[in-house]
């Protein structure tokens, strides 16, 4: 064989071998056209998606977002300590105690017989189990414990959750600050217009208050309500944004339209977070007192 035969060979080799790679390339691309190229594609105006139910909390810089589960174990956590006459601080201590002990949900379970909110162990004198998975219950206790310390009103936040809890890992609380400073100043009233919802447009559930609002304040709330409408009067300013803020970390699982406190209106999205604003932006809408809120229910 001579030199030109062996290069019309290698020629031929290279051309073979060329074929079988474009081949099994376009054996690939119909493989996946045929897995895959035939789906149609979701559009948005055919199938939203729809995101999470979640309320999020935002008071001076800082914020935080919670499930409805979360907020409503948060309102009572929050609530317990208004009812006390505790100021915010407690109940960012306890938020951020929760929030790391059970991620704010109420657990059956934990390590050795730990139970609920904040993880109180039956065995170290914290009560009953039943007791212990009453959130009202587990809440108060931790306040008790919390107050004895001499100075958990200016000692470092995590340092005084640590105190309370006696955790194998003393600063873990550390990353629940922010986020329970948040929750408790818009929940404790300090911090007007600072929870929005985003919830489902789905049924929602009964929307019964009363034992969330009569166990905070007792007679000093009028709450009315005619079908899905709310209506709450507040002896002042500061308590009607923390009952309505309270109440709209109770309602995220039950469902919330509309929110209104005086002159502010929050219009409920079920596909984003809505922007509370003043109602003379919105001419079919009044002003109502400044201690006054409406709430109206899905």
Known sequence: MGPGDQRVRSGLAIVVVSLATALALIVVMVIVWLAVGRVKPVLLNEDPIV???????????????????????????????????????????????????????????????????????????????????DPWYA?????????????????????????????????????????????????????????????????????????????????????TQQGQVITINAPDIETAWSAAQLSMAQLAASGIASVQVGAWYLQVDPLSLADWHNVAQTPLLQAIPDNQVVLILR
């Not at 499930?67 to 960012?92: D, H, K, Y």
């Not at 955790?167 to 609380?173: E, K, L, T």
């Not at 404790?188 to 919830?199: D, E, I, K, L, Y």
Request: with cysteine; glycine share 12%; net charge neutral.
């Open 139 to 223: 809440a108060g206790k931790f306040y008790d414990a919390l107050v004895k310390l001499k100075h958990w009103q200016s000692d470092d936040i995590t340092a005084v959750a640590q105190a309370v809890q006696n955790s194998a890992f003393p600063d873990a609380y550390r990353k629940h600050e922010d986020a329970g400073r948040a929750w408790a100043s818009t929940l404790t009233g300090q911090t007007a217009a600072g929870v929005r919802c985003v919830t489902n447009d789905g049924p929602g559930g009964d929307g019964d208050l009363t034992p969330l609002l009569t166990k905070v304040w007792g007679k000093k709330l009028g709450v």
């Open 51 to 133: 995101p999470i139910d979640h309320c999020v909390a935002t008071a001076g810089g800082y914020t935080g977002s919670m499930t409805p589960e979360q907020a409503g174990n948060a309102a009572i956590i929050v609530g317990e300590s208004i009812r006390r006459g505790l100021p915010a601080r407690a109940a960012t201590i306890a938020l951020v105690t929760a929030w790391q002990e059970s991620s704010l949900r109420n657990l059956d379970y934990g390590d050795r017989d730990s139970l609920g909110l904040f993880q109180q162990r039956p065995s170290q004198g914290w009560g009953t189990p039943k007791q212990i998975m």
